[in-house]
Structures are given as C-alpha cells and as structure tokens.
C-alpha cells in the first residue's frame, strides 16, 4: 500500500527557514512527479513545487521561487521541500503528493503530473 508520510513542520519566525520530507513507501516503481501543496485556513490548495522525477526538472509557484527548493534521495523515495526566508503568507498545512503507477513506471502523459497519492500534511506556521 502506498504511503506518503511528510514531517518537518514547524513554528518558526519570519525569515527562517524549515526543511520538508515526505517519505514514500509500498511500491518499487518510479514516480512520474513529486509535488508540494499548501492550504491556507479559507483559502484553496496551491501547487508549491513540482519535481519531474526521471528528468530532474523542477517547477515552483511564483510566490516560492528564490527561496524553496523541491529535492529527492538518491533512492527517489524521499522529497524535500527546503523553505528558506520564510515569511508569514507562507503558514499553511503543506502536502506531499505523487503521480505514480505502483505496477511500472510507465505514463501515457509523462509531461502531465497527475498526483494520485497524498500525504495527510504537516503544518507550517510563521510568525511575524
């Protein structure tokens, strides 16, 4: 059974910086993509970073870029989301999230990531 553990959050002060890890389990097949979610009290979940896993290649929100970095182990069953000046628009609960295929590693839109597997969340609060 697959399973999408994250730690790390925590309470800091603005300017800070946190690191993420989600912990992948119950499947040897490659992931298509790796993500970071966040969702704010009242408002929608967004897309932080994304990691393109065969290929490296990494996307982030606007609102992240120069100051997150989405990481994997070199076994690829570990992401993390390195947080630096960290401010207080980014408190959210933050999500790992997964497009995978547990039976191979094959994906007819490789190009897509469609997260079919979610971590419960840990939170991340930051204070002015």
């Known amino acids: 059974q697959v399973q999408l553990v994250e730690s790390g959050g925590a309470s800091v002060q603005a300017g800070g910086s946190l690191r993420l890890s989600c912990a992948a389990s119950?499947?040897?097949?490659?992931?298509?993509?790796m993500g970071w979610f966040r969702q704010a009290p009242g408002k929608e979940r967004e897309a932080v970073a994304t990691?393109?896993?065969?290929?490296?290649?990494?996307d982030y929100a606007d609102s992240v870029k120069g100051r997150f970095t989405i990481s994997q182990d070199n076994a690829k069953h570990t992401v993390f989301l390195q947080m630096n000046n960290l401010k207080p628009e980014d408190t959210a609960m933050y999500y790992c999230?997964?497009?995978?295929?547990?039976?191979?590693?094959?994906?007819?839109?490789?190009?897509?990531?469609?997260?079919?597997?979610w971590g419960q969340g840990t939170q991340v609060t930051v204070s002015s």
């Open positions: 999230a997964a497009d995978l295929n547990p039976a191979g590693s094959w994906y007819p839109n490789p190009d897509v990531c469609e997260y079919n597997y």
């Open positions: 119950g499947y040897t097949s490659s992931s298509n993509c």
């Open positions: 990691l393109y896993t065969a290929g490296g290649t990494t």
